[in-house]
């Protein structure tokens, strides 16, 4: 029972086309990672914010890639231009950074596939 | 920063004990050990977390070494629906940044 919620969980774009997903993290998490994982089961990291400013994101998120969290809505990744190589397991995940060693929390993914 | 590596695929009978290991050689003073499992087309879901020594929940247990260079992972007296991959996770930047275990497929035989 996943509490961090993405939508929509399948999406299906033509190359060239935008596709954009959303997630909404679990209450109270600060911290929103969102990650790419092939069909290999490897996961690529891709950006993450704390509250609404970027911490950390990769070259390739800055090319094509776009992403925010803005305050009192839901946080989204989109890209811009899909290519075939897009295709993937997008997973959005949210923390409470600190020294508890709070468990972050993997919503249940949007499974994109580029045609 | 902790590089994390685990066996890729482990075999069981339902009804046995499994223990999936994550070596984690850099880990840091500042860094914990979570383990997830992850079915298709699902994300990874939470199993147990812990910083040093023995943690049991309702699960699941965990065990790290005494230098924490080592988690296993024991799942008792698996079932048909434990068939999934584990993975450990080491978090680090207090909690801001997540570092991937390779992942263990579990399978389970009836």
């Known amino acids: 029972n996943s509490k961090v919620i993405q939508t929509p969980r399948y999406l299906v774009k033509g190359q060239g086309q935008k596709a954009k997903m959303r997630c909404i993290p679990e209450?109270?998490?600060?911290?929103v990672f969102w990650y790419q994982q092939n069909k290999n089961n490897e996961f690529k990291f891709l950006i993450n914010?704390?509250?609404?400013?970027?911490?950390?994101q990769i070259d390739m998120t800055e090319k094509r890639f776009s992403a925010e969290c803005p305050s009192n809505s839901p946080c989204s990744l989109e890209i811009q231009s899909s290519e075939a190589g897009d295709s993937a397991l997008y997973l959005c995940?949210?923390?409470?950074?600190?020294?508890?060693?709070?468990?972050?929390?993997f919503g249940e993914g949007t499974r994109l596939s580029v045609l | 920063l902790a590089k994390t590596t685990q066996p890729p695929s482990m075999e069981a009978y339902e009804g046995q004990e499994v223990n999936v290991s994550c070596s984690h050689t850099?880990?840091?003073?500042?860094?914990?050990i979570y383990w997830y499992r992850q079915v298709p087309h699902q994300g990874p879901q939470f199993i147990i977390q812990?910083?040093?020594d023995y943690v049991v929940n309702e699960v699941a247990s965990l065990f790290i070494s005494a230098d924490r260079k080592l988690s296993t992972l024991s799942l008792p007296w698996v079932s048909l629906r434990d068939a999934a991959v584990y993975y450990c996770?080491?978090?680090?930047?207090?909690?801001?940044?997540?570092?991937f275990g390779t992942g263990t497929t579990v399978s389970v035989s009836p």
């Open positions: 850099n880990i840091a003073t500042s860094e914990y």
């Open positions: 209450k109270g998490h600060p911290v």
């Open positions: 996770i080491v978090t680090h930047q207090g909690g801001r940044a997540l570092i």
């Open positions: 995940a949210s923390s409470l950074p600190g020294t508890g060693g709070w468990a972050p929390l």
């Open positions: 914010f704390q509250n609404q400013e970027v911490l950390q």
């Open positions: 812990g910083y040093k």
